[in-house]
């Protein structure tokens, strides 16, 4: 089920002097299956535009199709949608509110009308795939650490069984522990239930490592859609827009520069450390 984000524009403070653009003219073809980066500056609109692909918010002006259907139609069911594109928040305690981990869980669920015993097993399940152990189910989720937090953020909308998994910056603030932890957590889902994901982040060598597509904002528009060393190939223009290459990236520029005739189109420790085998051999 693609969605297709057709012409879209977003206004903040429409038909007021304030009035200003947050998206504009946004043209997006989201594949089933795929694994997206979605990155810009902050202002840029990427969290704006991921709160469209839900419902959240509306088009000022564009249409966007999930499954063939407009999602503004007065006549389609938006809770329907929000239980197939799932859309975790930056911060785990906008979305928590329960009692306890497991309640909160099954919040989701319960809202779309399931009985009991299949809520509690979607939340059981979304638990156990998040990697929380059972000794935190009936804690309250305001006591666990900020990586326990976005584990059960994100389990509370896999209990909804999503096609689409939407992260809003979902290591922020975490140690690098704890955002690998995360990273690899949302890969796994994605190879494990074939979901589609969509990653919002400030991290080039996050994205570079793990999405296949990467769609960078700037001012409101798609300034680059293409794979990540396509796009990281720009490194000078992303800087002009407050973004970099990742690390590895500029590593391998000046390995080149010391006079090692390595490819500096790489964007991960791992195709770094082949490029340099293969120069070497």
């Given at each position: 089920?693609?969605?297709i984000v057709?012409?879209?524009?977003?206004?903040?403070?429409?038909d007021?002097k304030m009035?200003?653009?947050?998206?504009?003219?946004?043209?997006?073809?989201?594949?089933?299956?795929e694994?997206i980066?979605l990155?810009g500056?902050t202002g840029?609109?990427k969290?704006?535009l991921v709160q469209?692909?839900?419902g959240?918010?509306s088009?000022?002006?564009?249409?966007?199709y999930y499954n063939?259907?407009d999602?503004a139609d007065p006549?389609f069911?938006k809770k329907?949608?929000?239980?197939?594109v799932g859309?975790?928040?930056?911060y785990?305690?906008?979305?928590?509110?329960?009692?306890?981990?497991f309640s909160d869980?099954?919040?989701g669920?319960?809202n779309?009308g399931?009985?009991?015993?299949?809520?509690?097993?979607r939340a059981?399940?979304?638990?156990?795939m998040v990697?929380?152990?059972d000794?935190?189910f009936?804690?309250?989720?305001f006591?666990l650490?900020g990586?326990?937090?976005?584990?059960?953020?994100?389990?509370?909308?896999?209990?909804?069984?999503?096609?689409?998994?939407?992260?809003?910056?979902?290591t922020a603030?975490?140690d690098p522990?704890g955002?690998e932890?995360i990273l690899?957590?949302i890969?796994?889902?994605?190879?494990?239930a074939g979901?589609t994901?969509i990653?919002?982040?400030h991290?080039?060598?996050?994205?570079a490592?793990?999405?296949?597509?990467?769609?960078?904002m700037d001012h409101?528009?798609?300034?680059?859609d293409?794979?990540?060393s396509?796009?990281?190939a720009?490194?000078?223009e992303l800087?002009?827009?407050?973004?970099?290459a990742?690390?590895?990236?500029y590593?391998?520029?000046k390995?080149?520069?010391?006079?090692?005739?390595?490819?500096t189109?790489?964007?991960t420790?791992?195709e770094?450390?082949e490029e340099?085998?293969?120069v070497?051999r």
């Amino acid at each position: 089920m693609p969605i297709i984000v057709n012409h879209v524009s977003y206004v903040y403070q429409k038909d007021t002097k304030m009035a200003v653009y947050a998206l504009k003219d946004i043209q997006l073809k989201i594949e089933d299956g795929e694994f997206i980066g979605l990155i810009g500056h902050t202002g840029s609109g990427k969290s704006t535009l991921v709160q469209h692909l839900n419902g959240l918010l509306s088009p000022s002006e564009g249409e966007i199709y999930y499954n063939g259907q407009d999602i503004a139609d007065p006549e389609f069911d938006k809770k329907w949608l929000r239980s197939q594109v799932g859309l975790v928040f930056q911060y785990p305690e906008h979305q928590l509110f329960e009692v306890d981990v497991f309640s909160d869980v099954c919040f989701g669920p319960k809202n779309l009308g399931l009985d009991k015993k299949e809520v509690e097993l979607r939340a059981y399940e979304a638990l156990r795939m998040v990697g929380l152990e059972d000794d935190y189910f009936y804690q309250s989720p305001f006591d666990l650490s900020g990586g326990q937090k976005r584990r059960v953020a994100i389990a509370g909308v896999l209990a909804m069984k999503p096609k689409v998994l939407i992260l809003d910056e979902p290591t922020a603030g975490l140690d690098p522990k704890g955002r690998e932890e995360i990273l690899d957590l949302i890969s796994k889902l994605r190879k494990e239930a074939g979901m589609t994901i969509i990653l919002v982040s400030h991290s080039m060598d996050d994205v570079a490592k793990y999405v296949d597509r990467l769609i960078v904002m700037d001012h409101g528009q798609v300034k680059y859609d293409a794979e990540p060393s396509e796009v990281f190939a720009h490194a000078e223009e992303l800087e002009e827009i407050g973004l970099a290459a990742p690390q590895v990236t500029y590593m391998m520029e000046k390995i080149r520069q010391v006079g090692l005739p390595v490819n500096t189109n790489v964007t991960t420790v791992e195709e770094a450390k082949e490029e340099i085998l293969r120069v070497l051999r």
